[in-house]
């Protein structure tokens, strides 16, 4: 059993940045890929971003651009997420593999 734990979530103005990390309990590096997907009220869960250990890099279309994935050591992983607009709110999610996942960190994006 994996336990993966989110944190960096807050209230964020539109246009800031907020970083996310993710701690796991064993090596990122035993899973295939690592990923961030969130999901906002009403909606369904979507994929953000996602690295494999190769360190290939996939990203939504639509945060390409904004949004940064990245792998701190070997258990912790990162979202950093740039000029953030009111509709990136939602419980962004951190997963192994769709195995295993966060319990979630809520961002977000107001004036």
């Known amino acids: 059993q994996v336990q993966l734990v989110e944190s960096g979530g807050g209230l964020v103005q539109p246009g800031g940045s907020l970083r996310l990390s993710c701690a796991a309990s064993?090596?990122?590096?035993?899973?295939?890929?690592m990923a961030w997907y969130r999901q906002a009220p009403g909606k369904e869960r979507e994929l953000v971003a996602s690295?494999?250990?190769?360190?290939?890099t996939n990203y939504a279309a639509s945060l390409k651009g904004r949004f940064t994935i990245s792998w701190g050591n070997a258990r912790t992983l990162y979202l950093q997420m740039n000029s953030l607009k009111p509709e990136d709110t939602a419980v962004y999610y951190c997963?192994?593999?769709?195995?295993?996942w966060g319990q979630g960190t809520q961002v977000t994006v107001s004036a």
């Open positions: 690295i494999t250990t190769g360190g290939n």
């Open positions: 997963s192994a593999s769709e195995t295993y």
């Open positions: 064993a090596s990122i590096f035993s899973f295939n890929f």
